[in-house]
């Protein structure tokens, strides 16, 4: 079999299975993405996410994850979902932690996938990863042509917009590599001037300890600080807002996973009701769901720091 067919059969396997978008790229050292990632970490725009400095040289080369790597597969798996709370003034949750948590839907998919392609190719060094070890997702998704990493630093596809989880696969087998696309943010600044803490200090440049994502869900301290206070919009697990002001998210289509989506118990929740929600209550509505990682006693922090 040549280079592009079993290119073209690893694809169309990734589409069988609901990914949206696939990019390749030759597994390489992430030169400039190693000096960004360096001096983001110089600057603390990293918080308390300790492990962020943690296996470095294993985020920026993938051959030192997988020994003999020759290629990165990129996955997008579209998570857009234009339903609602319907309370407006109950807290928000971000939109990918509706339904089932992502990491057990797609990690199961790739495994379908990583076996599909040892059976067709032998026994190879593979790993697929989504979110489960230091792999830099957004630049490989770049690197393999599936987008640009706009200023808000998501990435973006000209085609289907910014909602979409990233997953790889890394192995020893040679296939055909998708090019780059360029940078179609031009003059906005709609996300920069959007953002409610102001996290987006400079084009492409985020602070994470300012993002409320990290505030609502990897800051692990009892009391969130003060100076976010009023600042929060409402969002008491995660953030959309850069996404939500972003005009390539026009051209976001529904996904096509029922494991995205919301419970009707989830949609219906009052203010009142997130309120009052006790730990039963959360762990019957959050069973499976990624919004399980702040415990109940975060996110009953952050309910607190929204109301008070």
């Known amino acids: 079999m040549t280079i592009p067919q079993r290119t073209k059969l690893i694809k169309d396997k990734a589409f069988d299975l609901g990914f949206s978008h696939v990019g390749i790229s030759k597994a390489s050292f992430l030169e400039k993405e190693a000096k960004q990632l360096e001096v983001w970490l110089k600057n603390d725009f990293h918080g308390k996410m300790s492990y962020m400095e943690n296996y470095f040289d ?5 051959r030192k994850l997988v020994p003999g790597a020759k290629t990165v597969i990129t996955f997008l798996f579209n998570y857009y979902n234009p339903v609602k709370q319907k309370d407006v003034n109950a807290p928000k949750i971000s939109m990918y932690s509706f339904g089932k948590d992502y990491h057990k839907v797609i990690k199961k998919k790739l495994k379908i996938l990583e076996n599909y392609i040892v059976e067709n190719f032998g026994d190879l060094s593979i790993r697929g990863f989504i979110d489960s070890a230091p792999v830099m997702d957004k630049a490989w998704a770049e690197k393999s042509g599936l987008g640009w990493i706009g200023k808000h ?12 989880f ?10 055909e590599t998708d090019l780059p696309v360029k940078d179609y943010c031009g003059t906005c600044t ?12 400079d084009p492409y440049v985020v602070d994470g300890s300012k993002c409320i994502s990290y505030l609502t869900i990897e800051l692990k301290d ?3 600080p003060i100076e976010f206070k009023g600042k929060m919009d409402n969002w008491m697990f ?3 807002v850069c996404q939500q002001v972003c005009p390539w998210n026009r051209f976001s289509t529904n996904h096509n996973e029922p494991q995205f989506n919301p419970s009707f118990d989830l949609l219906d929740f009052t203010k009142k009701d997130w309120q009052e929600i006790n730990e039963e209550a959360f762990n019957k509505l959050f069973i499976n769901s990624a919004v399980k990682r702040t415990k109940f006693k975060g996110l009953k922090r952050n309910i607190n720091f929204l109301n008070t």
């Open 58 to 62: 294993l985020r920026t080369d993938p």
């Open 153 to 164: 630093s998501n990435l973006i596809n000209k085609d289907k917009g910014s909602y979409f």
């Open 166 to 175: 990233i997953a790889e696969l890394i192995l020893d087998l040679e296939l």
């Open 190 to 201: 709609k996300c920069i001037d959007a953002c409610p803490t102001d996290a987006i200090i």
């Open 222 to 224: 009892e009391i969130l």
């Open 238 to 240: 995660g953030c959309d």
